[in-house]
């Protein structure tokens, strides 16, 4: 038995890099809020997002393994370094906002562990959340220059924090289904007023095509090759299907524990959402739902960083590779302006997971350009013969595509009235 996992977690290659830095903190705290608004409905969504990630990841994975010359590069040549640039900067965009919800994310899972200490609120809106978020940023930007053969050893960490928050979720499925459905607190109704920004973000961070578009770059790192595209359609599969399941496990929780409560109970903390595992764990349940988000933050933060430093370096004509500098030197960039919008976000005052969920569903405005670009490479005349990419391929992709103009719009919208009102 030991030796089969052994065995399929050396099968499993870049795609569940993606599948880790989609899985963060962010995208727990907005599936469970998404649960507790919408119910099992949301599932749905959830799994139409899911499918649609599967194509996305499948076309840049396929394109990585095609063309000889990176994502970019390939842009730059066809359309002129101006259009590479654009579609690099705003992935860059979308990864800095999106790592400023893990940056709030770590100040929410450390909350519940020193509540008790002072007003209760010792970390929201004072120099120390400031000082923590310093002390991570800059830790995370000392491993990124002092580490050699970063690849390899991003790839073997995240193969371990997956398989810890599978089972983890698992168990917390668990927990809820035997415990919290006989807790005397849940009582239902059916009368609430749901909240669509959640549900926009955990559809942003389902169906990620900033994540979708790296693994074009991330099979070339492996050094993958045409010959291996059957090893990356699996590992694509495989790797994003562990993404939808384990962000199931989170949202049928929610709504198992938190959603039609009759007492108007709603999720602004950490400690809300920790709530579900009260059944079983009493008060330390706010204690090891910390521990998960901070598990969470830890598989997202630096790699999400480095998503966005390295496109934008390609995109430049500086290298991609992460042994170049200047993927490097960019990834420190997109650090320093998750903290710094974390820092501001903290400083207003907000509820916590408001104000990551926005963070969240703001990643959708990029959408549509990556996937332009990504289907775009993809349906080039002189794909033809084995390099031709599949039709279902392409065809998920452009429905893909029509999706995220349309969250990009609704998302707009929604967000404009949220800081207008």
């Known amino acids: 038995m030991i030796g089969r996992l052994n065995e399929l977690i050396g099968k499993i290659g870049p795609t569940i890099i993606v599948a880790a830095v989609v899985l963060g903190p962010g995208s727990i705290l907005t599936s469970s809020r998404v649960g507790a608004d919408f119910g099992f409905p949301a599932w749905f969504v959830l799994a139409l997002s899911t499918f649609l990630m ?40 979308v990864v800095a906002l999106f790592q400023s919800s893990n940056n709030l994310a770590i100040i929410a899972g450390l909350e519940p562990l020193v509540e008790d200490i002072g007003d209760g609120r010792l970390l929201a809106g004072t120099g120390v959340s400031l000082m923590v978020l310093v002390v991570i940023n800059f830790f995370v930007a000392f491993c990124l220059f002092r580490v050699r053969s970063l690849y390899s050893q991003i790839e073997r960490l995240m193969k371990i924090l997956v398989l810890v928050m599978i089972f983890a979720f698992t168990g917390n499925l668990i927990v809820v289904i035997f415990g919290a459905l006989d807790s005397e607190a849940v009582q239902k109704t059916t009368s609430r007023k749901s909240d669509l920004i959640p549900l926009l973000g955990m559809i942003g961070t389902t169906f990620s095509i900033g994540g979708a578009f790296y693994q074009g770059y991330l099979v070339r790192e492996k050094g993958w090759k045409l ?62 739902f910390s521990l998960g988000i901070m598990a969470g933050a830890f598989s997202s933060f630096l790699v999400n960083a480095v998503i ?60 549509p350009m990556l996937a332009a670009a990504l289907i775009y490479l993809g349906t080039r005349k002189e794909l033809v013969g084995e390099r031709k990419v599949p039709k279902w391929i392409l065809g998920t992709c452009w429905l893909g595509f029509v999706v995220a103009c349309s969250l990009a719009v609704k998302t707009a919208l929604m967000v404009w009235d949220k800081v207008s009102g």
Do not use: N
């Open 54 to 93: 599967i194509g996305m990841v499948t076309l840049a994975a396929r394109l990585g393994v095609t063309y000889e010359r990176s994502l970019c590069e390939e842009l730059a040549a066809r359309l002129g370094r101006g259009a590479s640039l654009f579609v690099g900067l705003v992935l860059f965009l």
């Open 227 to 288: 010959a291996d595209w059957k090893k990356g359609l699996r590992d694509s599969i495989f790797g994003i299907c562990v993404l939808g399941i384990v962000t199931s496990f989170i949202l049928i929780t929610s709504v198992l524990t938190f959603h039609g409560r009759a007492d108007g109970f709603e999720l602004k903390s950490v400690g809300d959402v920790a709530k579900q595992l009260e059944p079983l764990f009493g008060k330390g349940a706010k204690v090891i």
């Open 308 to 367: 966005g430093g390295t496109i934008l370096s390609d995109s430049l004509g500086k290298g991609w590779r992460l042994s170049d500098t200047m993927p490097r030197v960019l990834t420190c960039c997109a650090l320093l302006i998750g903290m710094g919008v974390a820092s501001w976000s903290l400083s207003g005052g907000s509820g916590t997971v408001t104000l990551i969920t926005i963070a969240q569903a703001l990643t959708v405005l990029g959408l």
